[in-house]
T-cell receptor
Framework: AQKVTQAQTEISVVEKEDVTLDCVYE???????LFWYKQPPSGELVFLIR??????QNEISGRYSWNFQKSTSSFNFTITASQVVDSAVYFC?????????????FGTGTLLAVQP | GAGVSQSPRYKVAKRGQDVALRCDPI?????LFWYQQALGQGPEFLTY????????KSGLPSDRFFAERPEGSVSTLKIQRTQQEDSAVYLC??????????????FGPGTRLLVL
């Protein structure tokens, strides 16, 4: 069965520190998609990135970067020079075109607290 | 532009009451999902609509849960005879296309339900 594991429950850093959020997934599918979502205190899940299983290129968007490694089934997320506004719960999620419904399977989330 | 909206944002119900939660997806979005998010957990899939057709309700926890989307836009999640274990945040998401693994799911702010 598919599973997404975010082993870090909570991380606390001081502003301007770099921080990496880990995500490990389990699947037997060869085609799948991985996502990161941010959930600020307001509750709305904000989409950050989607990657497909055939594209292992790392991606950088401003202070955010993602490292996808199929060999270790990991899709880690790094925030460089963290800011207080980055404080939120971050979820990694998985999806696959196999099956009738393309529902996201989420990890349990990592609470990131950035202290000023 | 208008995102996914949900109402009410907060709902307190006495055990045994019926509740109805509303979701207004982004205009024109074909796919609509409901997720349940327990405290400290990631969202879990409840049900999926493609236009007005409910194609997957495998995640609904019991027959007390019922969802509809009669005109293919607004959706309502109804919970009958609420129990304390129903307390959670209920998230609605929509995406533009049918095969939503190719598309981003956009989430609403959620309805926080507390059953006393």
């Amino acid at each position: 069965a598919q599973k997404v594991t975010q082993a870090q429950t909570e991380i606390s850093v001081v502003e301007k520190e770099d921080v990496t959020l880990d995500c490990v997934y389990e699947t037997r599918d060869t085609t799948y998609y991985l996502f990161w979502y941010k959930q600020p205190p307001s509750g709305e899940l904000v989409f950050l990135i989607r990657r497909n299983s055939f594209d292992e290129q790392n991606e950088i968007s401003g202070r955010y970067s993602w490292n996808f490694q199929k060999s270790t089934s990991s899709f880690n997320f790094t925030i460089t020079a963290s800011q207080v506004v980055d404080s939120a719960v971050y979820f990694c999620a998985w999806d696959s075109p196999r099956g009738a419904t393309n529902k996201l399977i989420f990890g349990t989330g990592t609470l990131l607290a950035v202290q000023p | 532009g208008a995102g996914v909206s949900q109402s009410p944002r907060y709902k307190v119900a006495k055990r045994g009451q019926d509740v109805a939660l509303r979701c207004d997806p982004i205009s024109g979005h074909v796919s609509l999902f409901w997720y349940q998010q327990a405290l400290g957990q990631g969202p879990e899939f409840l049900t999926y609509f493609q236009n007005e057709a409910q194609l997957d309700k495998s995640g609904l926890p019991s027959d007390r849960f019922f969802a509809e989307r009669p005109e293919g836009s607004v959706s309502t999640l109804k919970i009958q005879r609420t129990q304390q274990e129903d307390s959670a945040v209920y998230l609605c998401a929509s995406s533009l296309e049918v095969y939503s693994y190719q598309e981003t799911q956009y989430f609403g702010p959620g309805t926080r339900l507390l059953v006393l």
